[in-house]
């Protein structure tokens, strides 16, 4: 469950999580092999739900995030990833290339049908395909604490908060 409130002068943008929940066990397939999101433990990390094909929110969002990783300086203790929703297009080599399109240090995910649709369950990720096989997703950005806990999420409309956020993050988290 999220908590909801305005923002008033100095807090963190985002929705945080009232009972933030551990996500280190969800398993997915990385290029390089088996992943799981507990290999990025002892760092904070942005997860962003998307697919290769889409024409208009996942380009411009991980764009977004690649101009703020490289604003604040690319901080080693900070990891972005993006996991597909579309796993019978998206292989985990085609979501890597994706991914590291925008910055070479981003980790792309996909993985099987059944452990993508684990994954976006665990996320509370909606995502379909239609019959004329077009995707659709929720396009939020969550937050992972340094013990793999979602902490925050952030909808699209508060992405611009989102880099004001990444260092106060990266400090408390």
């Known amino acids: 469950r999220i908590l909801g409130g305005e923002r008033t002068s100095g807090e963190l943008g ?11 066990d969800v398993t997915l397939q990385r290029s390089e092999g088996d992943f799981s999101f ?3 433990e002892g760092n904070v990390v942005v997860v962003f739900f998307g697919f290769v094909r889409c024409p208009d929110v996942c380009p411009l969002t991980m764009n977004r995030l690649a101009e703020m990783y490289r ?4 901080p080693n203790d900070l990891n972005i990833v993006m996991v597909t929703v579309d796993p019978e297009h998206d292989t985990p080599e085609i979501t890597q290339n994706y991914a590291g399109g925008f910055h ?3 980790i792309g995910l996909s993985g099987t049908n059944t452990q993508v649709a684990e994954a976006t369950k665990r996320f509370y990720i909606g995502s379909s395909i ?3 096989g077009q995707v659709i997703h929720t ?8 013990e793999g806990k979602m902490q925050r999420v952030y909808s699209q409309t508060s992405m611009m908060q989102l880099q004001q956020d990444l260092p106060k993050l990266l400090k408390t988290l």
Do not use: K
């Open 14 to 24: 985002g929705t945080p999580f009232q009972t933030p929940t551990s996500v280190s």
């Open 38 to 40: 507990a290999d990025l």
């Open 104 to 106: 070479e240090s981003f």
């Open 130 to 132: 239609t019959g004329d």
């Open 139 to 146: 396009d939020p950005v969550l937050i992972l604490d340094r």
């Open 71 to 74: 604003t604040i300086g690319e």
